[in-house]
């Protein structure tokens, strides 16, 4: 696999900095039932990297001491460590918001017929990758009977009333690219989904989170391997948009890895890019317990304009999804009728 940090490291992109800390996302380890196209952090079923419970602990504690309110969960699928259940019961004692972000697939795999229950039971949001509504777009970029895996682990949740009116169970769907693009208008894309899940196949979710493919890891080799790479970022400068500096999630969250060391986000944490105003190494966590994280800054890269392109992107979708009206909701739904082949 082709390393993009070479090509990121040095920008131009705006200096900022942290605003109040209330997210935690901590990456609970690599393995995954899934080899995803756009994966930002090649997960796959061979990866073992997992986070140990000791870790956990800090995660707990650092939450605790610092009055952080939201622990966001990522993988690979989160859900194949271990301890993944020890830590959303003691997370949710605590009273944190707990977000699982699930491949949906996961649900219906052997020796996970469970936890379904466990997560409705625990009462925790899902925030689950669907890149499409369409069988063979979700199944060109996520492999062979991913879409029917998805739509099975959707009508369990259904079924518990995730997604429901007045259930108070949060299912949010995620949408990618297949390509080097960025993602159409949120706020019509989302109609365009809640229309065809519920006509096709009896779905409902909540929201819809739009997101753009991030130039590294898995999805950055395809794009050097395709020549595509130059123009892909030449499109995320070209759609930069400085009002989207004020959501980048960077803002109120730090992300913590699988062995429990520090970054400004996620995709830091990919490349390997230390905590910005600290030292040239990542700092583990428990060496953070007494260190006030507001108002420092935060190390930025040419990947940070992925998430202030165009109608920007983050964990919680864009920014400034333009408003939804029936004519445009229509044609999203028909421009993306056609598969898109890898």
């Known amino acids: 696999?082709?390393?993009?940090?070479?090509?990121?490291?040095?920008?131009?992109?705006?200096?900022?900095?942290?605003g109040k800390l209330e997210t935690l996302q901590a990456n609970l380890g690599y393995r995954c039932n899934q080899s995803c196209f756009h994966c930002h952090v090649a997960a796959s079923p061979k990866r073992t990297e997992e986070m140990s419970w000791e870790t956990m602990v800090s995660l707990l504690e650092f939450s605790r001491r610092k009055g952080i309110s939201v622990i966001d969960l990522t993988g690979g699928a989160p859900e194949m460590n271990p301890h993944f259940r020890r830590l959303v019961r003691e997370a949710r004692a605590l009273g944190l918001r707990v977000i699982d972000r699930c491949n949906l697939t996961i649900l219906s795999e052997p020796g996970y017929e469970s936890l379904a229950d466990f997560i409705a039971e625990q009462r925790v949001e899902i925030t689950a990758s669907l890149p499409c509504y369409l069988e063979e777009?979700?199944?060109?970029?996520?492999?062979?009977?991913?879409?029917?895996?998805?739509?099975?682990?959707?009508?369990?949740?259904?079924?518990?009333?995730?997604?429901?009116?007045?259930?108070?169970l949060i299912l949010n769907l995620v949408y990618n690219p297949l390509g080097a693009?960025?993602?159409?208008?949120?706020?019509?894309?989302?109609?365009?989904?809640?229309?065809?899940?519920?006509?096709?196949?009896?779905?409902?979710?909540?929201?819809?989170?739009?997101?753009a493919n991030m130039p590294i890891q898995r999805f950055g080799s395809q794009l050097l391997s395709r020549n595509e790479f130059h123009?892909?970022?030449?499109?995320?400068?070209?759609?930069?948009?400085?009002?989207?500096?004020?959501?980048?999630?960077?803002?109120?969250?730090?992300?913590?890895s699988w062995q429990g060391y520090v970054f400004d986000c996620d995709?830091?944490?990919?490349?390997?890019?230390?905590?910005?105003?600290?030292?040239?190494?990542?700092?583990?966590?428990?060496?953070l317990l007494d260190l006030d994280l507001n108002d420092r800054p935060i190390r930025v890269a040419d990947h940070c304009y992925g998430c202030t392109a165009g109608q920007g992107s983050s964990c919680g979708g864009a920014f400034v999804p333009e408003k939804t009206d029936s004519h445009a909701s229509s044609q999203t739904v028909n421009n993306i009728q056609e598969p898109q082949h890898a």
């Not at 696999?1 to 900022?16: E, H, S, Y």
């Not at 979700?138 to 009333?161: C, E, I, P, Y």
């Not at 123009?231 to 913590?256: E, F, H, K, T, W």
């Open 267 to 287: 995709f830091n944490q990919m490349l390997g890019l230390p905590l910005g105003g600290a030292a040239a190494t990542p700092i583990h966590l428990s060496d």
């Open 181 to 211: 693009s960025l993602p159409p208008d949120q706020g019509k894309l989302e109609t365009a989904y809640k229309a065809q899940l519920s006509a096709r196949y009896g779905i409902v979710f909540n929201q819809l989170f739009a997101l």
């Open 137 to 168: 777009n979700v199944d060109a970029q996520r492999g062979d009977g991913s879409f029917q895996g998805s739509l099975d682990g959707l009508r369990k949740l259904n079924a518990l009333g995730y997604g429901l009116p007045g259930s108070g």
């Open 231 to 256: 123009d892909y970022m030449n499109l995320l400068r070209g759609a930069y948009q400085p009002a989207n500096l004020d959501g980048v999630m960077c803002r109120s969250l730090i992300s913590v």
């Open 1 to 18: 696999m082709r390393d993009t940090f070479p090509l990121l490291v040095k920008t131009d992109f705006p200096a900022i900095k942290r």
